[in-house]
């Protein structure tokens, strides 16, 4: 995909392909979208993460409550969206043995207990030992901490998202 494919977009066309760069946050897609023309993909991002950065706390909190849990309920019950089915996949999260996923589901209940938001990190880019174990640490950070290392990983998985669409070399949405 060309960058001039991009910019070329109307609001649908752009909110069809990157409508869940961050998950489940179609809005900052869409708000995104005006300040076409890009002059790279880059800006693209940047302009994502200027928006999550004026937001106020309960915003950027709010971003985080979009994702679903590692390993989580959505994920057993087949609810995820195929951007992170496939983070997930990747990670190993879909093939932990019994005992880990109760590791697993306690870490996150005590995560969202303490943080009132998900624990997110950048799946792809880890595996589900390094998984564990970062949710096994973060658990001990302080809320603004946490906030923090929260939003930078979905700035991670945003690019990744990013990386991936713009490989797959499609201009436009194809929908039968
Ligand atoms: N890392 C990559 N994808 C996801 C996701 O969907 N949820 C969480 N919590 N972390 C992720």
Redesign the pocket.
């Known amino acids: 995909m060309d960058l001039e494919a991009v910019n070329s977009m109307n609001y649908e066309q752009f909110l069809d392909i990157f409508g869940n760069i961050i ?1 489940k946050c179609p809005v900052i897609t869409a708000a995104v979208w005006s300040r076409r023309p890009f002059l790279s993909f880059c800006e693209v991002e940047d302009r994502v993460s200027e928006f999550i950065e004026s937001l106020p706390t309960s915003g950027k909190e709010g971003i ?1 409550r979009c ?4 390993a ?1 309920r959505e994920q057993a019950s087949g609810m ?2 195929k ?2 089915q496939e ?2 996949n990747q ?1 190993g999260l879909t093939s932990l043995t019994s005992k880990e996923r109760e590791r697993m589901m306690l870490l996150n209940t005590e995560y969202k207990q303490k943080f009132g938001f ?7 880019m880890s595996n589900k030992d390094q998984i564990i174990k970062e949710l096994t640490s973060r658990v001990q950070n302080h809320p603004s901490v946490e906030l923090l290392k929260g939003i930078e ?1 979905v700035k991670k ?1 945003c690019h990744l998202r990013m990386q991936d669409i713009l490989c797959k070399g499609s201009p436009l949405p194809t929908k039968l």
């Open positions: 998950e985080l994702h679903p849990d590692l989580g995820l969206t951007e992170s983070e997930q990670a998900p624990f997110v990190i950048c799946a792809k990983e998985i």
